[in-house]
């Protein structure tokens, strides 16, 4: 049988330019009873449907939202603005979908919807014909929202920027043309569009290092930048901020949203912007803001070309795309917030209800609605948005705000959602990288692990055990510790006990990150140990209040060299926990040279120097601190990158179907004496001194060695082989772990800021080459020891438990605290001058985490 030809009322919503030189435009809405499409053009330009529209005048004795009923095509002169809108009534629904041709359509065109039915508050139904909205498929937006009555649906008054009014109360009669963006029309008809696009570069999952950005704030200061690029799109795809990324060493640009945005009521009633970009205007649009000045003079199509390009710019210089999306709500908040959209077409199936209150929306995301990702419509909406960045854009992957909400069935948390199983199949979205935030405000929306493959998630387990072990534990617990070898060793080797929930899912699926956008910086986890919000407006009470987070004795900034140290020590032993650890890495941008927030974790509406990136180190002509944490990470990042055992997909230790832990021989752990640990040294939260090993098929085995206890401390390494130091914590502040007793100087950087001198004069590529050819000498197994600059008193400790069986390298967790055997400190300092220690023995400082490489003995042949 020949299928029927398809119904054009059938087709995708959209606005389509056709062959004739007009446009097909569709909108959905199951419940309006009428719906216009409006064009806009300016009075000083003929119109291009004169002969088409009936004109309406002022003065007649219905109102014109009556009197455009009685023609198909009309038109009005708006004086105020200088402009006509010519409305074309449209046909429908069919299955849902309304329908208009325009006789002629161009590129730029500006246009909205106006949509009439019934106005019933109580049962959630809000339409209001006195309100241009939004076309949801709109690829371009022109115009922001202004703080006007004429901007809500129901009727109010705006006093000293506070809206006063009731959504349940009488409909608006204020025409909001004037207070509200339109959506502007992009012809994408051009079959040569994609000439030329580089090939992306599609890095594997295992060799995958994240670095999280904001557009405006990475570049908002940059020194480097001409002023007209500095918070752009084009300032990011300039070649100095890629060369520096190269630096780095990152693999995936992940951007906060660059989707089209509008400031929640809340803020503007405050004066206040939404920074971070999580309140989204458009699903199909870019944010204008980003765009240099001369692309937002131009128009929207100038704004998305500068988008394209910027991609094409990072995919050239290796880099993937990441784009963090906002489907879990829009910006139109709760019931009293502004009619922009999808609350004026059809609020009843775009947003979730109260189930006993229908009238009042489903919040789980804590900004006044909640996208229904139960309607298929709606789920076809955000694929339909997804593929369009992806496509057309070329982005590389998504990663979900809230990604519980869209994963919620009849209020419940299911992996098996519609919505993730049309991820999943999609031909081009599941081959992309899908990133869930795993968590949303609502009745159970804690779901870390819980989505299932392909897609990675946010690891805020990670997160925590990881500040509990290197901050709150020993400054605030000393000798009473909650986080120990147990829980660490679980998230060094992936975090098995949440993302090892069926076959074939691996390590790569736990997102590990010490910090994000949302919360403090790592540099502030060390400087502050409460949040200080207070620029936010809200007397400091946004924000979380659990942070694991100190400030070693001194509440920001400080003077202090001791604390100073202590501060950088601690920062990077996070960083090296997360670059050392199975998993994917997320950085934050700027925690890579300590950049802070001022103690600020919730700077969502702080668009200032607060969230900037600050690159004022560059200009320092001296080594710095920024200098020095910059080159520690970046050297990390070098050697994970390099090393094949961080490459796998798998994880070392993990955990079958039934629950129950497989034993691996790629890993092992090692007692600073030598020996394994037991069932009780893993059940011990004081063991905070030990050693992993990674075993390798064809590769040379890695050491990963922590000390998370005050005081230089001796580690006996495995006797098969020779070791060297790779990178150490430490390293920063001049000292790496040595063998024998005494901790030795890291001769491994110039005295130099080799950026400063190079930036003023020299691209940063040029700043590239002359690190990579800089002879960087690291103490170790294989070079003249250097003499210390670290006296140890207690410097070596005498190996112990001796006779401890080798205990299987997985079972559960944990340790008695080892007792120091040196008694006295005129004992410990005898024991200083005449203790020698075997050769295998190596003093590892205070409070550090160190990662060493396997030497093959010279008779073993590659």
Same mark, same amino acid.
């Given at each position: ?26 909108? *959905?809405?199951?419940?309006?009873? *009428? ?109 922001? %929202? !202004? ?68 557009? !405006? ?79 937002? *003079? ?44 999808? *609350? ?317 832990? !497989? ?91 080799? %950026? ?107």
């Amino acid at each position: 049988m020949k299928n029927p030809p398809l119904h054009r009322y059938a087709t995708r919503p959209g606005f389509y330019f056709t062959e004739d030189g007009g446009a097909d435009a569709v909108v *959905r809405s199951e419940t309006a009873d *009428r719906i216009w499409l409006c064009v806009y053009e300016p009075l000083d330009r003929p119109s291009a449907f004169y002969n088409e529209a009936v004109r309406l005048f002022k003065g007649s004795p219905i109102p014109w939202t009556q009197e455009v009923r009685l023609f198909p095509i009309c038109s009005r002169i708006i004086e105020s603005m200088y402009m006509r809108e010519t409305l074309f009534a449209m046909s429908g629904p069919n299955y849902g979908l309304w329908y208009v041709h325009l006789p002629k359509a161009w590129d730029g065109m500006r246009y909205a919807y106006r949509v009439d039915g019934q106005w019933n508050p109580k049962h959630d139904v809000r339409f209001n014909p006195y309100k241009i909205l939004l076309d949801p498929y709109g690829k371009g937006i022109d115009g922001t %929202m !202004k703080l006007d009555p004429s901007a809500f649906s129901y009727e109010c008054a705006i006093d000293n920027g506070v809206v006063h009014g009731s959504p349940d109360g009488k409909m608006s009669t204020l025409d909001s043309l004037g207070s509200m963006p339109v959506s502007v029309a992009i012809d994408d008809r051009d079959t040569t569009k994609h000439e030329g696009e580089p090939s992306h570069p599609h890095v594997p999952w295992s060799k995958t290092v994240i670095y999280e950005l904001h557009v !405006k704030g990475f570049t908002a200061n940059a020194p480097w930048l001409p002023q007209e690029l500095r918070g752009t799109y084009a300032g990011l795809a300039h070649p100095t901020t890629l060369s520096y990324l190269q630096t780095l060493g990152v693999t995936s640009i992940e951007l906060l949203p660059i989707q089209a945005k509008q400031d929640e009521l809340f803020l503007q009633q405050r004066g206040r912007h939404n920074y971070w970009g999580y309140s989204t205007l458009g699903y199909f649009a870019p944010e204008p803001s980003y765009a240099t000045q001369a692309a937002q *003079r131009s128009g929207p199509r100038a704004v998305r070309q500068e988008v394209i390009d910027m991609v094409r710019a990072l995919h050239e210089a290796g880099f993937e795309v990441i784009m963090d999306v906002v489907y879990n709500h829009t910006c139109e908040g709760g019931t009293d917030g502004p009619t922009v959209c999808w *609350r004026g077409l059809d609020e009843l199936s775009y947003y979730r209800h109260q189930r006993n209150n229908p009238g009042r929306l489903e919040d789980t995301t804590g900004c006044g609605n909640t996208l229904d990702f139960t309607n298929t419509h709606v789920v076809t909406f955000a694929i339909d948005s997804l593929r369009y960045w992806a496509k057309r854009i070329g982005v590389d992957g998504f990663r979900f705000d809230l990604a519980a909400s869209l994963a919620r069935l009849d209020g419940d948390f299911t992996k098996h959602h519609p919505f993730l199983y049309a991820l999943r199949s999609d031909m081009l979205l599941g081959n992309l990288k899908l990133i869930m935030e795993p968590w949303d405000v609502g009745y159970q929306g804690w779901r870390t692990g819980q989505f299932g493959m392909p897609f990675g998630e946010w690891n805020d387990a990670f997160r925590n055990a990881v500040r509990q072990f290197w901050l709150t534990d020993p400054v605030e617990r000393p000798g009473n510790g909650e986080t120990g070898m147990q829980e660490m060793a679980t998230r060094l080797c992936g975090s098995a006990d949440l993302f090892a929930t069926e076959p074939g899912r691996g390590a790569p699926s736990s997102i590990n990150f010490i910090s994000c956008h949302d919360g403090f910086t790592t540099a502030d986890l060390t400087t502050y140990a409460r949040k200080h919000n207070e620029d936010n407006g809200e007397d400091n009470n946004d924000g979380s209040n659990v942070n694991y987070s100190v400030n070693f004795g001194h509440e920001g900034p400080s003077d202090d060299p001791a604390i100073n140290k202590r501060r950088e020590r601690a920062a990077l032993n996070m960083l090296g926990t997360l670059l050392l650890s199975l998993g994917t890495p997320m950085l934050q941008a700027g925690d890579e040279f300590g950049n802070s927030q001022q103690g600020n974790n919730n700077a969502y509406c702080q668009d200032n120097d607060i969230t900037w990136l600050q690159w004022d180190w560059m200009n320092s002509t001296g080594k710095n601190r920024q200098l020095n944490i910059f080159e520690s990470v970046s050297r990390l990042i070098s050697a994970r990158k390099s090393l094949s055992l961080f490459h796998t997909e798998d994880f070392y230790t993990r955990l079958t179907q039934i629950g129950l832990f !497989k034993q691996s021989n790629r890993v092992q752990w090692f007692l600073p004496d030598g020996n394994a640990p037991v069932n009780t040294d893993w059940s011990n939260k004081m063991t905070r001194r030990f050693a992993m090993r990674l075993i390798a098929r064809n590769a040379a085995d890695l050491l990963i060695i922590i000390n998370g206890d005050a005081g230089d401390r001796s580690f006996r390494l495995p006797a098969d082989s020779s070791w060297q130091t790779v990178w150490s914590s430490a390293q920063a502040e001049g000292i790496e772990p040595a063998p024998g007793a005494k901790v030795s100087v890291a001769q491994h950087s110039p005295d130099t800021n080799w %950026m400063a001198m190079h930036l003023a004069q020299y691209a940063l590529s040029d700043m590239i080459a002359h690190a990579q050819n800089t002879t960087h000498d690291s103490t170790s197994a294989m070079t003249p020891q250097v003499p210390s600059i670290i006296n140890q008193a207690d410097a070596f400790e005498p190996l112990h438990h001796a006779d401890r069986a080798i205990a299987d390298e997985d079972a559960p967790a944990v340790t008695t605290p080892m007792e120091d055997a040196a008694g006295s400190p005129a004992m410990r300092a005898a024991q200083h001058r005449t203790a020698t220690p075997p050769q295998d023995t190596w003093m590892v400082p205070e409070y550090s985490i160190t990662l060493m490489q396997q030497i093959k003995p010279t008779d073993q042949s590659d």
